[in-house]
């Protein structure tokens, strides 16, 4: 079983730092935290001192994602697994600990060469943390939420996340070919879903072309009039949406979809699915909404 507990946070470079904020904390409604980077934009939803970290660059990109583990034995035990995979490991400077406020951290590289960030003992916040809105978010021990990140070689992604890191295999969805760029009677491709805790998926993995590094990141909010809420702010302050209302299939989350600063998607829910891997069974499914979700770009994704 992985040691694996949650998605900690994404670290994105951003060459429009102010625009994430107005957007982080106008349309979002998460809260600015504090941190020890110049420049960088923190912020947080819950006593994380930052699930989302904004740093100044040339590119809009992924940098890095940062997944927590529980105590530095289950670190050490990860670490070494991902190395007798023959997979290099990156043991965090005293620098890098401090900017990332943990006790412990490596570095490693996914089959498609996204950085993955293995951490534990993070700092906490004593400070609430509250946007303007009041907006109350879904994370703690469920994490961040979720990410999709592009894959080339999808069965090579799927094979080092499951068993390597360990995360577990909760459904498949089968992605048409013309979505792909391929002819219509070709192959399809497969979006995989994982989990590391009970949220139904913490990573998915999916086929598509996506320059950030992510094609999307999810962020979990306790009601559906805090969704909706977000819809009116997304009207009233022009933050162009992606997509309409709907409702997935495999986590039953309802939620839609807007682009962020970042060239990207985010996708706000509320009432995703909770699972026990007692009691999980993987299939797959070829619908990724049980209703709307229309998406605003034509052939777009999700």
């Known amino acids: 079983m ?92 005293d620098g890098d600990l401090a900017l990332r406020r943990v006790a412990g951290m490596v570095a490693v590289e996914d089959p498609s060469g996204t950085t993955h960030e293995l951490f534990w003992g993070s700092q906490v916040e004593a400070r609430p943390a509250v946007g303007r809105y009041g907006t109350r978010f879904v994370a703690s021990e469920l994490g961040l939420g979720h990410v999709v990140l592009p894959v080339g070689d999808e069965p090579a992604a799927t094979r080092f996340f499951t068993e390597v890191l360990g995360f577990r295999l909760r459904d498949s969805m089968c992605l048409p070919p013309q979505l792909l760029g391929r002819p219509a009677d070709g192959e399809p491709g497969w979006m995989r879903f994982l989990g590391c805790n009970r949220r139904h998926h913490s990573l998915a993995l999916a086929p598509i072309p996506a320059p950030s590094g992510v094609v999307h990141l999810m962020i979990e909010v306790e009601s559906l009039d805090d969704v909706g809420r977000a819809i009116d702010r997304c009207e009233r302050r022009k933050a162009p949406m992606f997509s309409t209302l709907g409702r997935h299939t495999n986590d039953l989350m309802v939620s839609f979809y807007l682009n962020t600063p970042g060239g990207f998607q985010i996708e706000y829910g509320t009432g995703g699915r909770l699972v026990d891997d007692a009691t999980w069974v993987s299939r797959q499914t070829n619908a990724a909404s049980l209703w709307g979700h229309r998406f605003m770009v034509p052939g777009a994704a999700h």
């Open 2 to 93: 992985s040691g694996i507990r949650s998605l900690g946070y994404l670290r994105i470079e951003a060459t429009n730092v102010e625009a994430w904020r107005e957007f982080g904390l106008s349309v979002l409604g998460l809260a600015e935290g504090r941190g020890p980077e110049p420049g960088a934009l923190y912020l947080r939803m819950d006593d994380f001192p930052a699930r989302l970290i904004i740093v100044p660059g040339e590119r809009d990109q992924l940098v890095s994602c940062g997944w927590e583990l529980s105590d530095p034995g289950a670190l050490a035990a990860l670490a070494a697994a991902v190395e007798s995979a023959g997979v290099p490991v990156k043991p965090a400077a």
